[in-house]
T-cell receptor
Framework: DQQVKQNSPSLSVQEGRISILNCDYT??????FLWYKKYPAEGPTFLIS???IKDKNEDGRFTVFLNKSAKHLSLHIVPSQPGDSAVYFC???????????WGAGTKLIIKP | KAGVTQTPRYLIKTRGQQVTLSCSPI?????VSWYQQTPGQGLQFLFE???????NKGNFPGRFSGRQFSNSRSEMNVSTLELGDSALYLC?????????????FGPGTRLTVL
């Protein structure tokens, strides 16, 4: 049973447009959510996070939105750049056991 | 500061064999976590070590084990390899336990079981 789901295996977006990556979760007790970005042959790198007590966190071109009632979060990238082409992982954390639960990832392709 | 290193980068084994993977965390980091990545499954948490003690364990069979040394370096062992163990194994380190401490990942070890 996957507690964190990224239902889109891939997403293709035109350069300069907005990329929206989605993540759904089932456990309302998650305390913290993180997004990681992964290039081929490299380990994931931390991108942005959000606490469960907030509904938005912004860092430059990256904004994460959290809708707790819908158990849904999304990562917005504006404007999308070719270097954003990567696999994006959503992860959720329970403070009680400090275990990160990961989604399956979404491959983002930015078209020139 | 050097990043997280993992050795070897690539490994080919046959069913029934065992394998040991190594991870050297960033200097000063005391927490090391291991993950398995397979296509379509995302990152599956294996276990976390902090100060030589296993603090968390994921839902993997006992064939998967690990340890951490006093210098925070960690090893992961898989015995009696199965075809389904073919995956990218990632190690991540952080300053302390807890993931609001940013995790830094190594490049991974690509294990192929034939």
């Amino acid at each position: 049973d996957q507690q964190v789901k990224q239902n889109s295996p891939s997403l293709s977006v035109q350069e300069g447009r907005i990329s929206i990556l989605n993540c759904d979760y089932t456990n309302s007790m998650f305390d913290y959510f993180l997004w990681y970005k992964k290039y081929p042959a490299e380990g994931p790198t931390f991108l942005i996070s959000i606490s469960s007590i907030k509904d938005k966190n912004e860092d430059g071109r990256f904004t994460v939105f959290l809708n707790k009632s819908a158990k849904h979060l999304s990562l917005h990238i504006v404007p999308s750049q070719p270097g954003d082409s990567a696999v994006y992982f959503c992860a959720a954390l329970l403070y009680s056991n400090y275990q990160l639960i990961w989604g399956a990832g979404t491959k983002l392709i930015i078209k020139p | 500061k050097a990043g997280v290193t993992q050795t070897p980068r690539y490994l080919i084994k046959t069913r029934g064999q065992q394998v040991t993977l190594s991870c050297s965390p960033i200097s000063g980091h005391r927490s090391v976590s291991w993950y398995q990545q397979t296509p379509g499954q995302g990152l599956q948490f294996l276990f976390e070590y902090f100060s030589e003690t296993q603090r968390n364990k994921g839902n993997f069979p006992g064939r998967f084990s690990g340890r951490q040394f006093s210098n925070s370096r960690s090893e992961m062992n898989v015995s009696t390899l199965e075809l389904g163990d073919s995956a990218l194994y990632l190690c991540a380190s952080s300053l302390a336990q807890g993931y609001n401490n940013e995790q830094f990942f190594g490049p991974g070890t690509r294990l192929t079981v034939l």
